[in-house]
Structure formats: structure tokens, C-alpha cells
């Protein structure tokens, strides 16, 4: 199911919103039911388009103020974001865990939900933590525009 969801964002994240079925994604991600509905077609759709730069600019606040050296570019599309944070996090997860761990810890990402994840496959952990870090990130950005 990872890899289909992953498959299915890569494919989707691009497309118009006026796609529907199985051409738009739909697969929710929840991770905690006090933290807002998230599916990654929000980043794209047009209503929503603006909160994606807000996204990129916390992931890298978030970033330096954990002391690593990664940070995304702040122009990149949402398919381009998925696959940058995705290659941060495998590099985390590869050489500098303390740093990942830290990441989390400033993300508000409990470590037992990282914990929880350890068994899964590379690829598959790479994947579910990029969509967990998305879908804090955004639910921050979310959080902070409503109250405006």
C-alpha cells in the first residue's frame, strides 16, 4: 500500500484539480485524528496553492534551527518538494540519526512514531516519514493561516 500511495503521489501531484477518481489522490494520511484531514492533492490545488511556499519556508526553519545543513529550495513544485525531503530524510536516516531525531524533536514529531516505523523496509520508512513531515508541516502552516 507505501509504494501505491508513493506511485500515486508522484503521478498526482502535477495534475490539474480538475482530475477526479483514480486520477487525483485521496489516500488520507493520519497519523494523529487531532491534526487536521491532509492529503497531499491539497498542495496542488488551487485554493491551496499558496500555502506551499509557507510549507517550504517552515521545513526549512525547521531544518536549520536542528542544526542540519540540508534546505530546500523555496520555488520548487510540490512533486519537487516530495522527492527533496524524501532524499533529506534518507540521508538522515543514513548517516546523521541524532540529526534526524532532532529534526523531529523541533518538528513536534513524536520519536515513538519513528520508533514505531524502524521495521519497515528503507524505502517504505523514507516514504512514510516524508508524508509524516509533510503533513506536520502543512498542519502547522494550516494552523497559523486559520488563526489570521
Known amino acids: ?13 502535477d495534475k490539474p484539480s480538475g482530475h477526479t477518481g483514480s486520477q487525483r489522490l485521496t489516500q488520507k494520511i493520519n497519523c494523529n485524528e487531532m491534526i487536521p484531514s491532509f ?29 542540519n545543513q540540508y534546505e530546500i529550495d523555496e ?11 524524501g532524499n533529506i530524510i534518507q540521508k538522515l536516516l543514513q ?12 518538528m513536534d514529531i513524536p520519536e515513538s512514531l519513528l520508533l514505531k516505523m ?3 523496509t528503507p524505502d517504505d520508512l523514507t516514504q512514510n516519514l516524508t508524508l509524516l513531515v509533510l503533513k506536520k508541516e502543512w498542519m502547522k502552516v494550516w494552523l497559523r493561516n486559520k488563526n489570521l
Not at 39 to 66: A, G, R, V, Y
Not at 75 to 85: G, I, R
Open 1 to 13: 500500500m507505501v509504494i501505491t500511495l508513493w506511485e500515486e503521489i508522484h503521478n498526482n501531484l
Open 39 to 67: 492529503s497531499l492533492s491539497q498542495l496542488t490545488d488551487t485554493k491551496e496553492k499558496e500555502i506551499l511556499p509557507n510549507i517550504i519556508m517552515q521545513i526549512n526553519k525547521d531544518l536549520q534551527l536542528s542544526g
Open 75 to 85: 520555488k520548487c513544485t510540490a512533486q519537487q518538494l516530495v522527492a527533496d525531503l
Open 95 to 106: 548517516t546523521d540519526f541524532s540529526g534526524l531525531l532532532n529534526l523531529f524533536y523541533r
Open 118 to 120: 524502524m521495521n519497515e
